[in-house]
């Protein structure tokens, strides 16, 4: 068989296998997801020597620390992982579910109810966690799931989707609607993006050179899930301890992550008693700052901002630093600068607060807690396909009602028009 018959054989058995779960009770999907959970559980000592293979690839490769700890698998990963897949169980099942319906005065019945999109694609790297959160995802929702993870966690991915595909066929149902591409490496990532016909929607997660490639090439409709310049803003009346707390937690709780805050904006009506504090718990966090010429006269250790500092996604310990004069100036330089992911404020000021939530146009916009909420676990929703900043289907973090579609239901009585 040639490679392009085996890649479109691939996309077939996922489609076949997708036409399965659409049809699958709800208690058959919840038993293929116990049936993961236990799979990852038993299989923690096979699943970290594959990811161990991943890590020291991507160290002799020089990766960097942040994708380093986006591939890592340890067992405590792998464990909650299983814990995110039964969350999943004891949510609504989200397949034929009623949005709206009436009855029209002829006596027609209508009804807009949920239906799986059919066979999902995803593009994504050094991640192998979304294998697991996707592939999951996909089966509560009645879909089928076709992966390219991409070469830092081939090893890993391959383990994972085994795993899967032998837990969906044990619960009853078929196992061929979660298929992985990898082996076809980046011809097989050009290939999805052009799959019509066999692939309902495409969804990307990764560096935003990733997301612009698969949205900017893909003839596959595509939910965009979009990289995060994510700000912070301490408003003059914040409270001091708060602001330092989430500033520090926003940076530095796991700084790899698109909802890590990669720009901090200060009031100058709070920087005479904040700046200082808020920079040096940042410095002593090892997180390196860069600042304007307000902060860098002001703290030692601040290196000194360029125009390209406040529109980078830095992903480690490093952060932007500016100081505004107003409300009004931190919600211009977020404007500018904004992915449209997920923007705060530290403020008291209950009428600020109002103003921020109703005119920054992110996502997910937060008043008085870290950007590291946003989150499909965080927000209830089991697993996550990712966060979505873009506005047409589905906006900020993806669960299962997202990966559907709906069709409309009509029933009649022998009604011509």
Known sequence: MSAADAFVERLERARSGARTLAAATTDSKNAAL?????????????IVAANAQDLARGEGNGIGAGLLD??????????????????????????????????????IAISQVRVPFGVIGAIYEARPNVTIDIAALAVKSGNGVVLRGGSAAEH???????????????????GRAVQTIDPFGREGAGKLMRARGYVDVLIPRGSAAL????????????????????????????????????????????????????????????????????????????????????????????????????????LALEMGIKVVDSLDEALLHIQRYSTRHTEAIVTRDYANAERFLSEVDSAVVMVNAS?????????????EVGISTQKLHARGPMGLPELTSTKWLVRGAGQIR
Not at 89 to 94: E, K, N
């Open 34 to 46: 116990e049936a993961i959970a236990v799979g990852l559980e038993n299989a923690v000592p096979e």
């Open 70 to 107: 986006r591939l890592r698998l340890d067992e405590a990963r792998v464990r909650a992982l299983a814990a995110a897949v039964r969350e999943l169980i004891s949510l609504p099942d989200p397949v034929g579910q009623v949005v709206r319906g009436s009855t029209l005065a002829n006596g």
């Open 156 to 174: 890993t991915n391959a383990e994972l989707v085994a795993l899967i595909q032998s837990a969906v066929t044990s619960a009853g149902l078929d």
């Open 211 to 314: 997301i612009s490639t698969v949205v900017n090439e893909s003839t596959v409709p595509v939910i965009e899930t979009g990289s995060g310049v994510v700000h912070v803003f301490v408003d003059e009346t914040a409270d001091d301890d708060m602001a330092v707390e989430i500033a520090l937690n926003a940076k530095t709780h796991r700084p790899s992550v698109c909802n890590a805050a990669e720009t901090l904006l200060v009031h100058r009506g709070a920087a005479d008693r904040l700046l200082e504090r808020l920079s040096e718990s940042l410095l002593a966090a090892n997180v390196t700052l860069y600042g304007d010429t307000a902060v860098t006269q002001r703290v030692p250790g601040v290196s000194p901002a360029s125009d390209e500092t406040w529109g980078t996604e830095h």
């Open 371 to 383: 950007t590291r909420f946003t989150d499909g676990g965080e927000f209830g929703f089991g697993a």
